[in-house]
């Protein structure tokens, strides 16, 4: 695996001194972080050994958690449960209102017009719940390495614009951490395979995740990234494909009152899990709100 050397314009490290970085893809739904030991990229288990953390913050009057136990919480807590926050990062309320007409958030809109969410823990606005996905990474790291970390690299969608790329410096900022570069997340897909050791030419590199959908065509020479093109459809991730799956179990099981957020987030979750489930089988039951039966792949085939 190549790896991209970093380090501030100017400075280096001397010999002896022993510095720590690491990389966090801070992701819609899901977000990781890792770090470079004996020359290899190595991502960072929590204490269960699960490399991912879901990117989900549950804010409740003694304080919030953050990962898989937030995310237990979001059918019965909904509007204190905070999900696919990097989808408002640089974004006014009122696109995110005409993107997200269903939220189940209290929003309103800071003097500037960008959302703000009211939770148990106060008025939060997105680059504040960025923060504290991002001091939950940097505290796993922390732990795995044994000392603090003197530098982070963040991966962005390639399509982020100049508010999208600031709002997620404030959030590292926020969660103490000095951010030494933001990497295009096809750019890094492409470290990541190698494709900068000695291979030239023009490649094409998407990246379907949670919430987005990149491309980015690449000159390589001489181990050098030249960015010819970028797009992208913020529109377009495994969110959208779980609230479609979502909106086809509520045409199947009549549950039509989208007021109700506590059953509406039970949907998405049976949605989530059916779809996991019906990865390796032909048919997969689904259970909710009172309503059972089962959907089989070739229904929801697209």
């Not at 501030?8 to 690491?22: D, V, Y």
């Not at 960072?44 to 953050?66: C, F, I, K, M, W």
């Not at 990497?183 to 190698?194: D, K, S």
């Amino acid at each position: 695996m190549a790896l991209l050397q970093i380090s501030e314009p100017g400075l280096s490290a001397a010999p002896h001194q022993r510095r720590l970085a690491a990389g966090i893809d801070l992701g819609t739904t899901n977000s990781l972080v890792a770090t470079v030991r004996s020359g290899q990229a190595e991502t960072l288990p929590d204490h269960q050994g699960r490399y991912l953390l879901p990117s989900v913050v549950n804010y409740h009057a003694s304080g919030l958690t953050v990962g898989y136990d937030a995310r237990l919480n979001a059918a019965q807590d909904p509007a204190n449960t905070i999900s696919s926050v990097k989808r408002m990062m640089g974004r006014s309320l009122a696109d995110i209102q005409n993107r997200y007409p269903h939220l189940p958030y209290q929003l309103q809109a800071s003097e500037n017009g960008l959302p703000m969410i009211q939770t148990a823990g106060g008025l939060l606005n997105p680059i504040r719940v960025s923060a504290d996905i991002l001091k939950a990474l940097a505290a796993r790291a922390t732990e795995a390495l044994a000392g603090e970390l003197d530098g982070v690299v963040i991966t962005v969608p390639a399509y982020f614009d100049d508010a999208q790329r600031q709002g997620t410096k404030d959030a590292a900022r926020l969660a103490g951490l000095h951010v030494l570069r933001l990497l295009n997340e096809p750019t890094a897909a492409a470290i990541a395979y190698g494709l900068d050791s000695g291979q030239e030419g023009v490649i094409a590199v998407y990246d379907l995740g949670g919430g987005t959908f990149d491309i980015s065509i690449l000159r390589l020479s001489r181990g050098v990234f030249e960015v010819l093109a970028t797009g992208g459809d913020s529109a377009l991730g495994g969110d959208d494909f779980d609230h479609l799956l979502a909106d086809y179990l509520r045409e199947q099981t009549g549950f039509s009152d989208r007021s109700d957020n506590r059953l509406q987030r039970e949907l998405l979750d049976a949605a989530i899990a059916a779809k996991i489930a019906l990865s390796d089988a032909e048919a997969a039951h689904v259970e909710v709100g009172g309503w059972q039966g089962d959907i089989t792949a070739a229904s929801l085939t697209i």
